[in-house]
């Protein structure tokens, strides 16, 4: 377990994707760290031994903190501290039972409409899932991005806002290296392809059972992974 104490610290470096406010690059870098693993639940951030890893002032640590709290994923521990926060099953049941009403929804709608194209799909597929993850964020990523492509080809802005408040709040729901691991890249581009094509062409409940089907089986492998990463912390 990763502590950030004043004994000790945690090689970080500035994550480089975000073009806006130093405070955005803290807050971006800690999430990679949260979703790589190198900080867990239970380990203790404090802000002067950020700034000082990181190089810079305290203020945008400080925001980047504060930003992590509001989102759930971090709660007040002592002076100019924080703890990570163990997400409970609640969290995680519910953010895969908010997918199942959204994106349900949105294969139904699909499935109901002569004029929905879905070849921008198989194309988006067929683009992402020539990748090769090298990352737990990359990983997220290619399926967050393929399951928000199925949700746009509605045409539907209120699931598609909804779905966006759902997957920016996931984070508060599990951690991403529980997500990667019951998320196999492997297994992207032929669970995803099945996937549409049982929602082409099918009626519309049953084009909704699918994807149902096919976000309820990420929670059961999420579940699997939470047990089996807290018996390996817990060492049972």
């Known amino acids: 377990m990763v ?3 004043d004994d000790g610290g945690l090689s970080l470096r500035r994550a ?3 073009l806006g406010p130093i405070s955005a ?3 971006e870098t800690l999430l990679d760290a949260l979703m790589e693993g190198r900080i867990q ?3 203790r951030l404090i802000m002067d031994r950020l700034a000082e890893e990181l190089d810079v002032s305290r203020t ?3 925001d980047a903190l504060q930003r992590l709290f509001r989102e759930g994923l971090v709660e007040p521990a002592g002076r100019r501290g924080y703890l990570v926060r163990e997400p409970s099953n609640r969290d995680t049941t519910d953010f895969y039972e908010a997918r199942m009403a959204v994106e349900g929804a949105a294969a139904a709608q699909l499935s109901m409409s002569d004029s929905v194209d879905l070849v921008p799909v198989r194309h988006l597929l067929e683009t992402i899932g020539r990748r090769s993850p090298s990352s737990t964020w ?3 990523e290619v399926n967050r991005q393929f399951h928000r492509g199925v949700v746009l080809a509605t045409g539907n802005s209120y699931l598609l806002d909804m779905f966006d408040t759902i997957w920016n ?9 529980q997500f990667a691991a019951a998320n196999p890249s492997q297994d992207f581009r032929c669970e995803h392809e099945e996937l549409l094509r049982a929602i082409e062409g099918a009626r519309p409940e049953a084009a909704r059972a ?3 089907t096919h976000i309820r089986s990420g929670l059961d492998r999420t579940r699997r992974d939470a047990r089996q990463e807290r018996g390996r912390r817990h060492g049972s």
């Open 169 to 177: 709040r996931s984070r508060t729901a599990l951690t991403y290296s």
């Open 210 to 212: 699918s994807m149902t």
């Open 16 to 18: 480089g994707r975000s």
């Open 60 to 62: 945008p640590v400080r």
């Open 41 to 43: 639940a239970g380990d």
């Open 25 to 27: 690059e803290v807050y």
């Open 3 to 5: 502590t950030m104490a």
């Open 138 to 140: 990359e990983s997220f």
